[in-house]
Protein backbone atom coordinates (compact mmCIF):
# COMPACT_ATOMS: atom_id res chain seq x y z
CA UNK A 1 0.00 0.00 0.00
CA UNK A 2 1.34 3.36 -1.25
CA UNK A 3 1.21 5.88 2.14
CA UNK A 4 1.50 8.57 0.72
CA UNK A 5 -1.06 8.09 -2.21
CA UNK A 6 -3.47 7.95 0.77
CA UNK A 7 -2.25 10.80 2.80
CA UNK A 8 -2.30 12.64 -0.38
CA UNK A 9 -6.09 11.73 -0.76
CA UNK A 10 -6.87 13.16 3.01
CA UNK A 11 -4.70 16.49 2.24
CA UNK A 12 -6.12 17.19 -0.89
CA UNK A 13 -9.84 16.18 0.50
CA UNK A 14 -9.98 13.87 -2.65
CA UNK A 15 -12.02 11.26 -0.74
CA UNK A 16 -15.13 10.46 -2.60
CA UNK A 17 -14.61 6.93 -1.00
CA UNK A 18 -16.52 8.27 2.02
CA UNK A 19 -19.60 7.53 1.76
CA UNK A 20 -22.61 9.70 3.25
CA UNK A 21 -24.93 7.22 5.00
CA UNK A 22 -23.84 3.76 6.56
CA UNK A 23 -23.63 1.24 3.84
CA UNK A 24 -27.16 -0.34 2.86
CA UNK A 25 -25.09 -4.09 3.32
CA UNK A 26 -23.64 -3.29 6.79
CA UNK A 27 -27.19 -2.67 8.06
CA UNK A 28 -28.57 -5.00 6.29
CA UNK A 29 -26.33 -8.39 7.01
CA UNK A 30 -24.36 -7.47 10.34
CA UNK A 31 -26.83 -9.18 12.17
CA UNK A 32 -26.08 -12.27 10.87
CA UNK A 33 -22.24 -11.97 12.41
CA UNK A 34 -22.79 -10.08 15.70
CA UNK A 35 -26.00 -10.43 16.98
CA UNK A 36 -24.91 -9.42 20.81
CA UNK A 37 -25.26 -5.91 21.24
CA UNK A 38 -21.17 -5.10 22.96
CA UNK A 39 -19.90 -7.00 21.27
CA UNK A 40 -16.38 -5.69 19.75
CA UNK A 41 -15.82 -5.17 16.15
CA UNK A 42 -12.81 -4.40 14.07
CA UNK A 43 -13.08 -2.14 11.29
CA UNK A 44 -9.73 -2.23 9.34
CA UNK A 45 -9.07 0.67 6.86
CA UNK A 46 -11.72 2.64 8.65
CA UNK A 47 -11.02 6.37 7.45
CA UNK A 48 -13.93 8.55 9.13
CA UNK A 49 -16.46 6.06 7.68
CA UNK A 50 -20.23 6.80 8.67
CA UNK A 51 -20.31 2.82 9.27
CA UNK A 52 -18.76 3.39 12.65
CA UNK A 53 -21.38 5.83 13.79
CA UNK A 54 -23.97 3.28 13.04
CA UNK A 55 -21.99 0.56 15.02
CA UNK A 56 -22.04 2.30 18.08
CA UNK A 57 -25.51 3.29 17.81
CA UNK A 58 -26.23 -0.14 17.74
CA UNK A 59 -24.46 -0.78 20.68
CA UNK A 60 -21.53 -2.40 19.35
CA UNK A 61 -17.72 -1.50 20.43
CA UNK A 62 -15.65 -0.49 18.18
CA UNK A 63 -11.48 -1.11 17.52
CA UNK A 64 -9.97 0.33 14.17
CA UNK A 65 -7.02 0.87 12.36
CA UNK A 66 -6.46 3.70 10.51
CA UNK A 67 -3.54 5.13 8.43
CA UNK A 68 -4.20 8.96 8.35
CA UNK A 69 -4.28 10.62 11.40
CA UNK A 70 -6.62 13.84 10.58
CA UNK A 71 -9.21 10.95 8.68
CA UNK A 72 -9.28 9.77 12.90
CA UNK A 73 -9.33 13.23 14.08
CA UNK A 74 -11.75 13.89 12.17
CA UNK A 75 -13.92 10.90 13.18
CA UNK A 76 -13.87 12.16 17.16
CA UNK A 77 -14.73 15.40 16.19
CA UNK A 78 -18.39 14.32 14.18
CA UNK A 79 -19.16 11.91 16.70
CA UNK A 80 -18.58 14.77 19.33
CA UNK A 81 -16.34 12.77 21.53
CA UNK A 82 -12.99 14.16 22.91
CA UNK A 83 -10.62 11.23 22.69
CA UNK A 84 -7.58 10.35 24.85
CA UNK A 85 -4.87 10.09 23.05
CA UNK A 86 -1.38 8.10 23.63
CA UNK A 87 1.29 5.97 21.65
CA UNK A 88 0.77 2.60 21.06
CA UNK A 89 4.66 1.02 20.12
CA UNK A 90 5.04 3.21 16.72
CA UNK A 91 1.32 4.04 16.68
CA UNK A 92 -1.18 6.38 18.21
CA UNK A 93 -4.36 5.03 20.00
CA UNK A 94 -6.91 7.40 20.03
CA UNK A 95 -9.60 6.27 22.71
CA UNK A 96 -13.20 6.92 24.13
CA UNK A 97 -16.04 5.31 25.51
CA UNK A 98 -16.86 2.16 23.53
CA UNK A 99 -14.26 2.97 20.64
CA UNK A 100 -10.43 2.67 20.04
CA UNK A 101 -8.83 3.41 16.77
CA UNK A 102 -5.18 2.59 16.13
CA UNK A 103 -3.31 5.56 13.81
CA UNK A 104 -0.26 4.08 11.32
CA UNK A 105 0.64 0.58 9.38
CA UNK A 106 -1.84 -1.58 9.95
CA UNK A 107 0.28 -4.43 9.75
CA UNK A 108 2.30 -2.94 13.17
CA UNK A 109 -1.03 -4.05 14.69
CA UNK A 110 -0.74 -6.66 16.94
CA UNK A 111 -3.00 -8.82 18.45
CA UNK A 112 -2.08 -7.67 21.64
CA UNK A 113 -3.23 -4.55 21.07
CA UNK A 114 -6.45 -5.08 19.38
CA UNK A 115 -7.57 -6.92 22.14
CA UNK A 116 -10.96 -8.54 22.18
CA UNK A 117 -12.61 -8.91 18.83
CA UNK A 118 -15.88 -10.88 17.89
CA UNK A 119 -16.10 -9.38 14.58
CA UNK A 120 -14.81 -7.80 11.63
CA UNK A 121 -16.61 -5.28 9.08
CA UNK A 122 -14.35 -4.86 6.15
CA UNK A 123 -16.11 -2.54 3.73
CA UNK A 124 -12.96 -0.89 2.49
CA UNK A 125 -9.74 -2.26 3.57
CA UNK A 126 -9.39 -5.59 0.93
CA UNK A 127 -10.46 -3.95 -2.02
CA UNK A 128 -8.29 -1.34 -0.99
CA UNK A 129 -5.01 -3.19 -1.27
CA UNK A 130 -3.41 -4.18 -4.71
CA UNK A 131 -3.16 -7.51 -5.27
CA UNK A 132 0.52 -8.13 -4.36
CA UNK A 133 -0.19 -6.73 -0.66
CA UNK A 134 -3.95 -8.81 -0.31
CA UNK A 135 -2.27 -12.18 0.49
CA UNK A 136 0.00 -10.65 3.62
CA UNK A 137 -2.99 -8.42 4.74
CA UNK A 138 -5.65 -11.38 4.85
CA UNK A 139 -3.59 -13.09 6.75
CA UNK A 140 -1.93 -10.71 8.65
CA UNK A 141 -6.05 -9.74 9.78
CA UNK A 142 -7.05 -13.57 10.84
CA UNK A 143 -3.72 -13.55 13.18
CA UNK A 144 -5.01 -10.62 15.24
CA UNK A 145 -8.42 -11.43 14.92
CA UNK A 146 -8.43 -14.94 16.34
CA UNK A 147 -10.16 -15.64 13.35
CA UNK A 148 -12.97 -13.95 13.98
CA UNK A 149 -16.17 -14.35 11.71
CA UNK A 150 -16.61 -11.75 8.71
CA UNK A 151 -18.44 -9.63 6.93
CA UNK A 152 -16.40 -8.14 3.83
CA UNK A 153 -17.60 -6.17 1.18
CA UNK A 154 -15.85 -6.48 -2.27
CA UNK A 155 -16.48 -5.21 -6.08
CA UNK A 156 -16.12 -6.81 -9.27
CA UNK A 157 -15.68 -5.32 -13.04
CA UNK A 158 -13.64 -5.47 -15.67
CA UNK A 159 -10.09 -4.56 -13.81
CA UNK A 160 -9.17 -3.30 -17.31
CA UNK A 161 -11.12 -0.59 -17.55
CA UNK A 162 -10.22 0.94 -14.44
CA UNK A 163 -7.00 0.73 -12.45
CA UNK A 164 -8.30 0.95 -9.01
CA UNK A 165 -8.60 1.52 -6.05
CA UNK A 166 -10.96 -0.09 -5.24
CA UNK A 167 -9.72 -2.88 -7.09
CA UNK A 168 -11.67 -6.09 -8.06
CA UNK A 169 -11.44 -9.28 -6.12
CA UNK A 170 -13.22 -11.98 -7.24
CA UNK A 171 -14.80 -15.19 -5.56
CA UNK A 172 -12.38 -17.19 -6.31
CA UNK A 173 -9.87 -14.59 -4.85
CA UNK A 174 -11.90 -14.60 -1.90
CA UNK A 175 -11.60 -17.95 -1.88
CA UNK A 176 -7.67 -18.74 -2.33
CA UNK A 177 -7.11 -15.72 0.78
CA UNK A 178 -10.02 -17.23 3.16
CA UNK A 179 -10.79 -20.58 2.06
CA UNK A 180 -8.45 -21.95 4.20
CA UNK A 181 -9.90 -20.12 7.87
CA UNK A 182 -13.35 -19.72 6.97
CA UNK A 183 -16.94 -20.96 5.37
CA UNK A 184 -17.59 -18.44 2.29
CA UNK A 185 -21.33 -17.29 2.01
CA UNK A 186 -21.87 -14.89 -0.47
CA UNK A 187 -25.14 -12.99 1.23
CA UNK A 188 -25.99 -10.38 -1.15
CA UNK A 189 -24.67 -8.42 -4.60
CA UNK A 190 -26.06 -5.58 -6.26
CA UNK A 191 -25.42 -3.49 -9.52
CA UNK A 192 -23.30 -0.08 -8.41
CA UNK A 193 -25.76 2.47 -9.14
CA UNK A 194 -24.30 4.30 -11.99
CA UNK A 195 -21.41 2.58 -11.91
CA UNK A 196 -17.68 2.63 -10.61
CA UNK A 197 -16.83 6.35 -10.58
CA UNK A 198 -19.26 6.15 -12.99
CA UNK A 199 -17.19 4.72 -15.40
CA UNK A 200 -17.39 1.06 -15.80
CA UNK A 201 -20.65 -1.24 -14.39
CA UNK A 202 -19.84 -3.31 -11.09
CA UNK A 203 -21.67 -5.18 -9.06
CA UNK A 204 -20.86 -4.78 -5.08
CA UNK A 205 -20.87 -8.16 -3.01
CA UNK A 206 -21.29 -9.03 0.58
CA UNK A 207 -19.90 -11.78 2.18
CA UNK A 208 -20.30 -13.71 5.04
CA UNK A 209 -17.22 -15.34 6.69
CA UNK A 210 -17.79 -17.91 9.43
CA UNK A 211 -14.55 -19.53 11.70
CA UNK A 212 -14.65 -23.75 10.31
Known amino acids: MDAEFWHRKWQDRDIGFHAPEANPLLV ?3 SRIAARRGARVFVPLCGKTLDIHWLLAQGYRV ?7 QATVELFSELGVEPEIAPAGGLEHFSA ?3 DIF ?3 IFDVSRRLVGEVDAIYDRAALVALPP ?3 ERYTAHLVEI ?3 APQ ?4 FEYDQAL ?4 PFAVSGEEMAQHYGGNYSLELADSQPVPGGLKGRCAATENAWILQGK
Not at 162 to 165: D, F, K, N
Open 162 to 165: MPGP
Open 97 to 99: EGI
Open 145 to 147: SNG
Open 132 to 134: EMR
Open 63 to 69: VGAELNR
Open 28 to 30: GHF
Open 151 to 154: LLIT
Open 103 to 105: VGD
